[in-house]
């Protein structure tokens, strides 16, 4: 059974970092890496938005977040990460991640998500 975890959210002041990750299990190092992965955030009262995503082609990042995150991962270790820097209040969410089997934006797997809250 596959199964996705975030951690790393917290409570940051605005111009701070965090770092989240995403751990995969029930999955070989091979079959991870190919999996498309992504990050998505849901604020409260709004819907769940694509923040990043990675694959064997490049990354992507949201307009909202360019520049400032920055998406990897570790196929050794099964992991994806989301380096998160200069942080402002309206990137406060529950972040997820998510897995994507066939390329297609049509996630497989999905984590329980992380709290990410910045003070202004």
């Known amino acids: 059974q596959v199964q996705l975890v975030e951690s790393g959210g917290g409570l940051v002041q605005a111009g701070g970092s965090l770092r989240l990750s995403c751990v995969a299990s029930?999955?070989?190092?091979?079959?991870?890496?190919?999996?498309?992965m992504a990050w998505f955030r849901q604020a409260p009262g709004k819907e769940r938005q694509l923040v990043s995503r990675i694959s064997r082609t490049g990354t992507y990042y949201s307009d909202p977040v360019k520049g400032r995150f920055t998406i990897s991962r570790d196929g050794a270790k099964n992991m994806m990460y989301l380096q998160m820097n200069s942080l402002k209040p309206e990137d406060s969410a529950v972040y997820y991640c998510a897995a994507d089997y066939r390329g297609n934006s049509e996630y497989n797997y999905w984590g329980r998500g992380t709290q990410v809250t910045v003070s202004s």
């Open positions: 029930g999955l070989t190092s091979i079959t991870f890496s190919r999996y498309d």
